[in-house]
C-alpha cells in the first residue's frame, strides 16, 4: 500500500510549520547572518536582509501554497515540477530538497545537543535524538503533529522570556541598530556602506532564508491533511506570517542588547543577550533545545515524505515508496532518512552548514516559483508578479551565499542529474 490518510488540520499544519521554521533560525541564523553584513554595514541592514528574506520567503509560499491545493500529493515541489514543468525540472526540486534538509537533520540534531549533552557527549546524545524522534515519525502523522504543538508553546514562552529579560537586564539602546561598525561609521558609509554592503546583505539574507524554509513542510504532508485544497493555503501562510513576527521581535531586541557586532561575535547571540541573568539563561538552553528537536521532527517528516515520492517515480530505490499498514507512513523512506543522518551527526560537524542547506533549498523553491508560473487561471490564487518576486530573489540570494556553500551545492546538484542521467539510460538501453 503506497497511499496515506488525511488526518492533520489546519491548526495541525500550521503548528508543523511553525516548529520548523523558529526551531530552524532563531537559535541558529541571527549569528552568521550579522556576521555577513557587518563588515560594511550596520544593525539596520540586518533588519532589512530580514526583510528581504521575508519577501522572497512570502513568494515562494504563495507558489507552494497556489500548487499545493492542484497537487495535494506528497513530495511538495518534486511533484509540482514534475507535474507543470517535467521530469527532470521536478529531480532537480527533490533533489535539492532531500540533500540540503538531510544535511539541515544532522545540523539540528548537534544544535540540540550542543545545549543538552554533556561535554564530550554531543555527537551520541544527537544520533539518540534522529532515533527518537524518527520513532515518534514512524508512529504517525498525528503524533507528529500533537509533538511539535507542545514544542511549539515551550519555544514561544522561552522567546517571551529571552526577550523580556534581555530588554530589562541587557541596557538595551536603539542607537546600536545604527552605530555597529565604526568603519562603517566613519566613512559615512550610511546602512548598506555602498556595494559591499548591498552585497552582505543579500547574503544576510540568504542565510536568514534558512529560518523561513520550514513552510516546505506543510507542502510536504499535502497527502495527510483534510481539504488541502483549502487548509494548504491557509497553513502556509500563517505558518510564514507568525514565523516573520517572532524572527522580527527576536532581531530588534538582539541587535538594542548586543548590537551587530555583539551579534556576530556569539555563537549562542540568545544566551549571551541574558547573561546577566542565570535562570533565564537556563531558559534560553531549554528553548534552544525544544526549537531544535521541533525543526528535527518536521524535517524528518518532510524529508521522508520527498524520499516517498522519488521513489515512487523511480527516482530513488523504490522499495523506499511503501506505507506502513497500521500507522500510514512512509516508514521505509524515514528510517532511510534516519539512518543516514545518524552516520553525519557522529562523523561530520554540520553546525556550519547554513549556507549549503540554503542552496539546497533556494533550487527546489525556484522551481516551485516556475511551476507556479505555467498554472492556468482556474488554478491560480496569486498573482504571477508574486512568483516573479520569488524566483528572482531565489536567484539572486543563492548567487550572494558563501562561496564554499555555492560551489558546493552546485557540486552536488551536478552529481545528483549525472546520477538520473545514468538510470534513464540505462532504462532506455533494456
Same mark, same amino acid.
Given at each position: 500500500?503506497?497511499?496515506?490518510?488525511?488526518?492533520?488540520?489546519?491548526?495541525?499544519?500550521?503548528?508543523?510549520?511553525?516548529?520548523?521554521?523558529?526551531?530552524?533560525?532563531?537559535?541558529?541564523?541571527?549569528?552568521?547572518?550579522?556576521?555577513?553584513?557587518?563588515?560594511?554595514?550596520?544593525?539596520?541592514?540586518?533588519?532589512?536582509?530580514?526583510?528581504?528574506?521575508?519577501?522572497?520567503?512570502?513568494? #515562494?509560499?504563495? =507558489?507552494?501554497?497556489?500548487?499545493?491545493?492542484?497537487?495535494?500529493? =506528497?513530495?511538495?515541489?518534486?511533484?509540482?515540477?514534475?507535474?507543470?514543468?517535467?521530469?527532470?525540472?521536478?529531480?532537480?526540486?527533490?533533489?535539492?530538497?532531500?540533500?540540503?534538509?538531510?544535511? =539541515?537533520?544532522?545540523?539540528?540534531?548537534?544544535?540540540?545537543?550542543?545545549?543538552?549533552?554533556?561535554?564530550?557527549?554531543?555527537?551520541?546524545?544527537?544520533?539518540?535524538?534522529?532515533?527518537?524522534?524518527?520513532?515518534? #515519525?514512524?508512529?504517525?502523522?498525528?503524533?507528529?503533529?500533537?509533538?511539535?504543538?507542545?514544542?511549539?508553546?515551550?519555544?514561544?514562552?522561552?522567546?517571551?522570556?529571552?526577550?523580556?529579560?534581555?530588554?530589562?537586564?541587557?541596557?538595551?539602546?536603539?542607537?546600536?541598530?545604527?552605530?555597529?561598525?565604526?568603519?562603517?561609521?566613519?566613512?559615512?558609509?550610511?546602512?548598506?556602506?555602498?556595494?559591499?554592503?548591498?552585497?552582505?546583505?543579500?547574503?544576510?539574507?540568504?542565510?536568514?532564508?534558512?529560518?523561513?524554509?520550514?513552510?516546505?513542510?506543510?507542502?510536504?504532508?499535502?497527502?495527510?491533511?483534510?481539504?488541502?485544497?483549502?487548509?494548504?493555503?491557509?497553513?502556509?501562510?500563517?505558518?510564514?506570517?507568525?514565523?516573520?513576527?517572532?524572527?522580527?521581535?527576536?532581531?530588534?531586541?538582539?541587535?538594542?542588547?548586543?548590537?551587530?557586532?555583539?551579534?556576530?561575535? &556569539?555563537?549562542?547571540?540568545?544566551?549571551?543577550?541574558?547573561?546577566? =541573568?542565570?535562570?533565564?539563561?537556563?531558559?534560553?538552553?531549554?528553548?534552544?533545545?525544544?526549537?531544535?528537536?521541533?525543526?528535527?521532527?518536521?524535517?524528518?517528516?518532510?524529508?521522508?515524505?520527498?524520499?516517498?515520492?522519488?521513489?515512487?517515480?523511480?527516482?530513488?530505490?523504490?522499495?523506499?515508496?511503501?506505507?506502513?499498514?497500521?500507522?500510514?507512513?512512509?516508514?521505509?523512506?524515514?528510517?532511510?532518512?534516519?539512518?543516514?543522518?545518524?552516520?553525519?551527526?557522529?562523523?561530520?560537524?554540520?553546525?556550519?552548514?547554513?549556507?549549503?542547506? &540554503?542552496?539546497?533549498?533556494?533550487?527546489?523553491?525556484?522551481?516551485? #516559483?516556475?511551476?507556479?508560473?505555467?498554472?492556468?487561471?482556474?488554478?491560480?490564487?496569486?498573482?504571477?508578479?508574486?512568483?516573479?518576486?520569488?524566483?528572482?530573489?531565489?536567484?539572486?540570494?543563492?548567487?550572494?551565499?558563501?562561496?564554499?556553500?555555492?560551489?558546493?551545492?552546485?557540486?552536488?546538484?551536478?552529481?545528483?542529474?549525472?546520477?538520473?542521467?545514468?538510470?534513464?539510460?540505462?532504462?532506455?538501453?533494456?
Amino acid at each position: 500500500m503506497t497511499t496515506l490518510d488525511r488526518r492533520l488540520t489546519t491548526a495541525d499544519a500550521v503548528v508543523v510549520g511553525l516548529s520548523a521554521m523558529i526551531g530552524a533560525g532563531v537559535f541558529a541564523a541571527f549569528s552568521p547572518a550579522a556576521a555577513a553584513v557587518l563588515p560594511a554595514g550596520t544593525g539596520i541592514a540586518l533588519l532589512i536582509a530580514l526583510a528581504v528574506a521575508a519577501v522572497v520567503a512570502y513568494g #515562494n509560499a504563495t =507558489s507552494s501554497a497556489q500548487l499545493a491545493a492542484q497537487y495535494p500529493a =506528497s513530495g511538495g515541489t518534486y511533484v509540482y515540477g514534475r507535474e507543470r514543468l517535467g521530469p527532470w525540472w521536478g529531480y532537480v526540486a527533490g533533489w535539492g530538497f532531500v540533500v540540503g534538509k538531510t544535511a =539541515s537533520c544532522a545540523a539540528m540534531a548537534l544544535t540540540f545537543a550542543a545545549y543538552a549533552a554533556p561535554a564530550g557527549w554531543e555527537r551520541p546524545v544527537a544520533a539518540l535524538a534522529v532515533v527518537a524522534l524518527a520513532a515518534v #515519525n514512524y508512529r504517525g502523522v498525528t503524533r507528529t503533529a500533537r509533538l511539535a504543538r507542545w514544542i511549539v508553546v515551550v519555544v514561544l514562552l522561552a522567546l517571551a522570556v529571552t526577550v523580556a529579560v534581555a530588554l530589562a537586564t541587557g541596557s538595551p539602546d536603539v542607537a546600536r541598530l545604527r552605530a555597529d561598525d565604526a568603519a562603517a561609521g566613519a566613512a559615512g558609509a550610511g546602512v548598506l556602506g555602498g556595494p559591499a554592503g548591498w552585497y552582505g546583505m543579500l547574503q544576510a539574507a540568504g542565510l536568514l532564508f534558512f529560518a523561513f524554509a520550514g513552510y516546505a513542510r506543510v507542502a510536504t504532508l499535502g497527502e495527510e491533511v483534510r481539504d488541502p485544497s483549502r487548509t494548504i493555503p491557509r497553513a502556509i501562510v500563517g505558518a510564514l506570517g507568525g514565523a516573520v513576527v517572532v524572527y522580527a521581535v527576536v532581531a530588534v531586541t538582539l541587535l538594542a542588547v548586543l548590537g551587530l557586532a555583539g551579534t556576530a561575535a &556569539s555563537p549562542t547571540p540568545l544566551a549571551e543577550a541574558v547573561a546577566a =541573568s542565570p535562570w533565564a539563561g537556563a531558559v534560553v538552553r531549554v528553548g534552544a533545545a525544544a526549537a531544535s528537536l521541533g525543526a528535527l521532527l518536521a524535517l524528518i517528516a518532510g524529508v521522508g515524505r520527498t524520499t516517498l515520492a522519488m521513489a515512487r517515480e523511480g527516482d530513488l530505490p523504490r522499495p523506499l515508496a511503501v506505507v506502513h499498514p497500521r500507522f500510514r507512513v512512509p516508514h521505509r523512506a524515514e528510517v532511510a532518512v534516519a539512518l543516514v543522518v545518524v552516520v553525519l551527526v557522529l562523523t561530520v560537524d554540520l553546525r556550519g552548514a547554513i549556507g549549503f542547506s &540554503s542552496f539546497g533549498v533556494l533550487v527546489y523553491y525556484a522551481v516551485a #516559483n516556475l511551476a507556479a508560473w505555467t498554472q492556468a487561471t482556474p488554478h491560480r490564487r496569486y498573482p504571477r508578479a508574486l512568483q516573479v518576486v520569488g524566483l528572482a530573489g531565489c536567484v539572486v540570494l543563492c548567487a550572494t551565499l558563501p562561496v564554499a556553500a555555492v560551489l558546493a551545492g552546485v557540486g552536488v546538484l551536478a552529481v545528483g542529474l549525472l546520477l538520473r542521467w545514468a538510470r534513464v539510460r540505462r532504462r532506455a538501453t533494456t
